[in-house]
């Protein structure tokens, strides 16, 4: 498809950037501590590092790492963080002493984090001392031998972070028992990185900066490859596209989304470390009125989300009487964002929420909307530049203006495939590098993308993956339960809800016990919310259930009960 999209493009946004500005993602914070020195990087629950703190607490973690972990170019660290101060700092120690990163949800469930460790091969994790009854339990079966531990309140000013952590331990019970022999504290691994020199590792494009985990459609979690190339080409791209919106040293985001998701580590963390801008990161964004408070006291420019979370702020009865005059730059991603909830932000804030698309395969940006655009318009943007899509259909042949099919997209930024999966990483691409997205989508005369619909079966909770085959393989293993089948229910408050079809072997199970067993085994958003028994499931001529009518039948029955 020609590039009809330039057209569109905002005054100044160059049509093409160089995927190779910097060798390595490495270079890109070095630079930005060096000329935001005094300057903040990162602020959480009271508390800041400058980029001067942050250079010298990574370059210790760094330091580590290689001499004591004794971990060498290329090797796997996962982190297991929420939004703590602590997480950029193992992210850039881990970065700086040219490893690969692999982000790991702390909400997992031991079967869910035993894959992704096995997978992953990693041999040092670094996790939040609440998570760790979880590792303990799957540990012996891991490549894992070196573990890093910290307590909320590790990075924090004294007496503020022992207060914090007596608090999580003994008051509120945060921290379930857990004992993992020759588990090192965070803190000391810092004092004694300090006093060891880091060792300059080359990296350069083609080396993998995250192993970034997401569902597979046809089995568990697979490793999307994003190297340096792809993350700095990325990072060139928002850059571009933001141009002279965002100010050198001036910004302050806030930073809800989990860093350990691909958006928020691309469009917050990465991005505006890259301008020299401050991330204000809040830990538990579940707690709205928390959040409020805190938005009340920050000045803040810019903000990232979920079509949910600005739904929750929007219905915050306080939400509406805080300051926004500094607020420049709202952009939503992870889900669609709701016409209703884009227009109440613009009426409240007086900031129009930008829809943004793309994928982890993507690293993840593709497409944004213009930043000078007044009004929510349906449309999740115009291709970023040196991005090129194809809307095509299943035999691969391109699809003209207006038609729907499936969007195909090539770029610098797009993966070089799935780790340890070559036959799944050939099954993503057409010929000539085009990456199947499995979303169809249409193509206006202007170049503006509207995705029509998501993948075939894919749930979207809260901006988060759920694959049906992961939630059924769960539930068939429960001793009673014969046949299953997991859709997506529209849901105001999440976006969609799972909902789960089975076929028993006999009465007498009932729908809170078969949540039950599935709290067992996923993480809360992909535990189906609701249970409907069947004496049988739909099926084609050949045996394979037919999600589709069971999915139309739950949202007939829910549009029958609006109505």
């Not at 996790?127 to 799957?138: C, D, K, S, Y």
Request: glycine share 8%; with cysteine; charged share 20%.
């Amino acid at each position: 498809m020609e590039r009809i999209w330039l057209a569109s493009y905002s005054p100044g946004v160059p049509a093409d950037i160089d995927p190779e500005a910097y060798p390595s993602l490495r270079e890109i914070f070095d630079r930005s501590c060096e000329r935001f020195a005094e300057r903040r990087a990162f602020t959480c629950m009271g508390a800041t590092l400058s980029y001067a703190r942050l250079d010298a607490l990574s370059r210790a973690f760094a330091a580590w790492l290689q001499h004591e972990a004794g971990l060498e170019r290329g090797q796997r660290v996962a982190i297991m963080l929420p939004n703590l101060l602590q997480y950029p700092v193992a992210l850039f120690g881990a970065l700086r002493a040219g490893l690969t990163v692999v982000n790991v949800n702390p909400l997992y469930t031991p079967r869910e984090l035993r894959h992704q460790l096995q997978d992953s091969g990693a041999e040092t994790i670094v996790i939040l001392e609440n998570f760790a009854h979880v590792l303990e339990a799957v540990i012996a079966e891991t490549s894992v031998r070196t573990v890093v531990t910290t307590r909320l309140g590790d990075l924090l000013p004294t007496p503020k972070g022992q207060l914090v952590n007596v608090v999580a331990r003994y008051i509120k019970r945060m921290v379930p028992p857990w004992q993992i022999p020759g588990a090192i504290a965070m803190p000391g691994a810092l004092r004694r990185g300090a006093g060891l020199p880091l060792r300059d590792v080359p990296l350069g494009p083609d080396d993998i900066a995250f192993l970034q985990y997401t569902g597979g459609t046809t089995g568990p979690a697979r490793g999307t490859i994003l190297t340096h190339r792809n993350m700095v080409a990325n990072l060139e791209q928002a850059s571009a596209w933001l141009g002279d919106a965002l100010r050198e040293g001036e910004e302050v985001i806030i930073t809800a989304l989990p860093l350990y998701h691909i958006f928020s580590l691309l469009a917050n963390c990465m991005t505006f470390i890259r301008f020299g801008g401050e991330n204000v990161l809040v830990p538990n964004p579940r707690d709205i009125p928390g959040f409020v408070r805190l938005l009340r006291t920050t000045r803040f420019t810019a903000m990232t989300g979920v079509n949910t979370l600005f739904n929750a702020l929007l219905n915050h009865p306080d939400f509406a009487e805080l300051d926004f005059s500094s607020l420049r730059l709202t952009l939503g991603g992870g889900m669609a964002v709701q016409r209703r909830v884009a227009e109440r932000w613009r009426e409240v804030t007086g900031c129009t929420l930008l829809e943004a698309y793309g994928l982890t395969e993507t690293s993840p940006a593709a497409c944004i909307n213009p930043l000078d655009l007044e009004a929510f318009n349906g449309s999740v943007g115009l291709p970023v530049p040196s991005t090129d899509i194809s809307i095509r259909d299943s035999e691969g042949n391109e699809l003209g203006i207006g038609e729907v099919g499936e969007l195909c997209v090539r770029g610098p930024q797009v993966t070089p495939g799935y780790w340890g999966r070559p036959e799944e990483s050939a099954d993503a691409f057409f010929e000539g590098g085009w990456l199947r997205t499995g979303d169809m989508a249409r193509v206006d005369e202007r170049g503006f993308v509207y995705i029509v619909d998501r993948r075939k079966d894919m749930i979207l909770v809260s901006g988060f993956n759920v694959y049906p085959n992961e939630v059924e393989d769960v539930l068939v293993t429960h001793p009673k339960v014969l046949e299953a089948a997991v859709v997506g229910a529209p849901d105001p408050d999440h976006g969609e809800r799972v909902c789960a079809f089975v076929v028993t072997s006999g009465p007498g199970v009932t729908e809170e016990e078969l949540i039950a067993h599935c709290r067992e085994g996923l993480t809360r958003y992909k535990v189906p919310r609701e249970i409907h028994f069947r004496t049988e499931l739909p099926k084609t001529n050949v045996g394979k259930i037919l999600r589709r009518a069971l999915r139309e039948e739950i949202t007939q029955s829910r549009t029958g009960s609006a109505a």
